[in-house]
């Protein structure tokens, strides 16, 4: 088996085998197992991104889709889950009884869906999913040049990078297009699921994983705090308020110096220019 199949291979068998675990975290009351399990699939599409449009990889795709549909069902659930933590850890304490209120009883409505989650063992039909897309992926790898494994995930690596340059440059400009920043953080995690998933194909570009995954996080801290910002604007007292705008201007701060460094690796390392090379020749010295 090719060094890149082995990757993918392996990338998916992590999956598994973390929601497996992850499973049992649901039934124990674990609130960061979902997010596990969401993360294990948005990684195995990530790494799995450039083969999608490969000839015969359709039936892969489509054992997938039940996986994707699993994990975008609880979006606005993980969202939540986000934004209660976010709040705990951003805004000092004590807080207006109606604040405090508020939050108890919204962490008490993430803790029922978990329970319906388990309930309607919807953790067991992930697991039997994931073990039908493994033998669909294995199969139809068999049958992919190696070639064109490694042609995939260069034209991916440079996709990514010169969207995400184009958006670094943009910098804050980026929050007068809605949804626009959402999107480039996004990105920003595609490249670091990438990344992280062929380690002997970019493992030269870890410095640029973890700029990538310092966007992917106050980016994604930004968007969270947006979205909680108007539910508890109405809870909150002249001091709250006052540290809540503080606070936002933390986190819009520590996404444009995020978004700058990103920016400044791509062009300084000349990596849109180089990607190509080094993929290419990692992947000739691995096989």
Not at 158 to 174: H, I, K, N, W
Not at 177 to 205: E, F, M
Request: proline content about 3%.
């Amino acid at each position: 088996m090719s060094e890149l199949r082995r990757c993918i291979g392996r990338q998916i068998n992590q999956a598994r085998l973390a929601a497996e675990l992850a499973t049992h975290g649901l039934h124990a009351g674990d609130i960061e197992a979902l997010h596990d399990i969401r993360v294990g699939i948005r990684t195995v599409d990530s790494v799995l991104t450039p083969v999608w449009r490969l000839p015969g990889m359709k039936p892969v795709r489509q054992a997938f889709a039940p996986l994707w549909r699993w994990s975008r069902k609880y979006n606005a659930l993980r969202d939540v889950e986000a934004q209660l933590a976010l709040l705990q850890a951003l805004l000092p304490t004590p807080w207006p009884l109606r604040l405090q209120d508020w939050f108890h009883a919204e962490t008490a409505r993430v803790a029922a869906s978990h329970r319906q989650l388990v309930q309607a063992a919807d953790d067991k039909r992930l697991l039997a999913r994931y073990r039908s897309f493994r033998k669909v992926c294995r199969r139809r790898l068999s049958k992919t040049r190696e070639a064109d494994l490694r042609s995939a995930l260069e034209q991916q690596m440079r996709s990514l990078l010169a969207q995400l340059y184009e958006d670094c440059t943009l910098g804050m400009a980026l929050f007068s297009h809605s949804g626009y920043w959402h999107q480039t953080r996004i990105l920003a995690k595609r490249l670091r699921y990438l990344i992280a998933g062929y380690p002997g194909q970019l493992g030269a570009a870890s410095a640029l994983q973890k700029r990538a995954g310092s966007v992917q996080s106050t980016l994604g801290q930004l968007r969270d705090w947006l979205a909680l910002r108007p539910k508890i604007q109405g809870r909150l007292g002249a001091q709250e308020a006052a540290n809540c705008d503080l606070i936002q201007a933390r986190l819009l701060a520590a996404s444009a110096d995020a978004l700058a460094a990103l920016g400044l690796l791509i062009a300084a390392e000349k990596i849109l220019h180089r990607t190509t090379k080094t993929a290419v020749a990692a992947c000739a010295e691995a096989v």
